[in-house]
C-alpha cells in the first residue's frame, strides 16, 4: 500500500495548524488549530473489506517527574512510550482519502464524542483522556483525533506516525475497549497491508 498527504511531508516537521498546542513566548504553550490531516491511500490488497486510520507518538516519557517543569528538561535517556492520538475504522472499502478537518477542527474541552464518527465510521478514544483525567476543566472523554502537544521542555523532538491499514473485516469487533492502545492491537490482528507516514513535532524552542 501507499499512503500521501497534502498535509504533511514524510519525515518532515508537522505544521502548527494539525496541533494540539504551538510554542507561545509568555506561556510555553497555546491552543492551536487541532486539524486532523488529509490522508489517502492506494494498493490495498485483495480481500480488503474496510480501512482504519491510526495515529501515534512513540516519543512520549515514561514518567511525568520533569515533564512541563520550570528549569528542567526531560532527559533523552528517559524510556519512552505511546501515545495514541487518532483511531478511525469501519472506513467503506470504497473509500480511500480523509479529508483535512473533517474529523477535527478546534479544540473541544473534555472532547469529542464517540465512538460514532458520522457516516458509519467510528473512532477510538485518544490519550488525552487519561492525560487530562482529574482536569476540572479539561477532564473527559477525547474521541476522535486531537494533535502534538509534546512537553514543552522536552529534549527530543517528537515523531507522529500515521498509519493507515487494510483490515479483513468490514466492522471491527471491539469490545468494551475504545482506548488507543486496545483498538490498535485489535486493528493489526485484522491488517493485510499498512502505509505509514511520520511527521515531527516540538514545543521546546530550544529544538524548534
Not at 504533511?8 to 486532523?36: C, K
Not at 483511531?87 to 472532547?111: H, K, M, N, W
Not at 464517540?114 to 487530562?132: E, I, M, Q, S, V
Not at 512537553?151 to 488507543?180: C, M, Q
Request: hydrophobic share 35%; glycine share 10%; charged share 20%.
Amino acid at each position: 500500500m501507499q499512503l500521501v498527504s497534502s498535509s504533511l511531508t514524510d519525515q518532515q516537521a508537522i505544521d502548527t495548524r494539525y496541533a494540539f498546542a504551538v510554542i507561545d513566548p509568555e506561556n510555553h504553550v497555546a491552543l492551536s488549530e487541532n486539524l486532523n490531516p488529509h490522508l489517502a491511500w492506494t494498493g490495498a490488497p485483495e480481500g480488503t473489506r474496510s480501512f482504519a486510520v491510526v495515529v501515534h507518538d512513540p516519543d512520549v516519557p515514561s514518567a511525568g517527574d520533569d515533564v512541563n517543569q520550570e528549569g528542567r528538561e526531560v532527559p533523552e535517556s528517559l524510556p519512552r512510550v505511546d501515545f495514541y492520538h487518532w483511531t478511525l475504522f469501519d472506513i467503506p472499502v470504497d473509500q480511500s482519502s480523509v479529508e483535512e478537518g473533517a474529523y477535527c477542527s478546534g479544540i473541544t474541552p473534555r472532547g469529542k464524542p464517540g465512538p460514532d464518527a458520522g457516516n458509519n465510521l467510528r473512532h477510538g478514544k485518544n490519550d488525552y483522556t487519561g492525560w487530562f483525567a482529574g482536569d476540572a476543566d479539561m477532564g473527559g472523554d477525547y474521541f476522535g483525533y486531537d494533535g502534538p502537544c509534546p512537553p514543552w521542555n522536552d529534549s527530543i523532538i517528537h515523531r507522529y506516525i500515521f498509519t493507515v491499514y487494510a483490515l479483513d473485516v468490514e466492522k471491527l469487533p471491539v469490545g468494551e475497549d475504545f482506548s488507543g492502545a486496545g483498538l490498535a492491537e485489535l486493528i493489526k490482528a485484522h491488517a493485510l497491508d499498512s502505509a505509514s507516514l511520520t511527521g515531527t513535532y516540538t514545543l521546546n524552542p530550544r529544538l524548534a
